[in-house]
């Protein structure tokens, strides 16, 4: 079983950048389509973006659309998020999410896979 865990959050100001990783183990990384959720409290948890297994397909939510970037490594196993230009509603949990089936998705009921969550923090 593919095991995710997430790096790279941390408290940055308005206008910075954060990179995210997620690394996974323990399995055949290539197979999963990775998503990126997050969760703000007292919120549900959201889609932000996804790549598809070879990187050949990516979909972002609208408010992170030429912020952010997702990209994957599938020889190092890792999953990425590169966030500029950060903005306080950015501020929650975020996790990397796997979907074995490849299906285009931003239903986080999709995904069967998860890591643990890195929290990001932006401050205005």
């Known amino acids: 079983q593919v095991q995710l865990v997430e790096s790279g959050g941390g408290l940055v100001q308005a206008g910075g950048s954060l990179r995210l990783s997620c690394a996974a183990s323990?399995?055949?990384?290539?197979?999963?389509?990775m998503g990126w959720f997050r969760q703000a409290p007292g919120k549900e948890r959201e889609f932000v973006a996804a790549v598809s297994r070879r990187g050949s397909y990516i979909s972002y939510e609208d408010s992170v659309k030429g912020r952010f970037t997702i990209s994957r490594d599938n020889a190092k196993n890792t999953v990425f998020l590169q966030m500029n230009s950060l903005k306080a509603e950015d501020t929650a949990v975020y996790y990397c999410?796997?979907?074995?089936?490849?299906?285009?998705?931003?239903?986080?009921?999709?995904?069967?896979?998860w890591g643990q969550g890195t929290q990001v923090t932006v401050s205005s």
């Open positions: 999410a796997g979907n074995s089936a490849g299906v285009d998705s931003r239903s986080p009921r999709m995904y069967g896979l």
């Open positions: 323990g399995g055949t990384f290539s197979r999963y389509f």
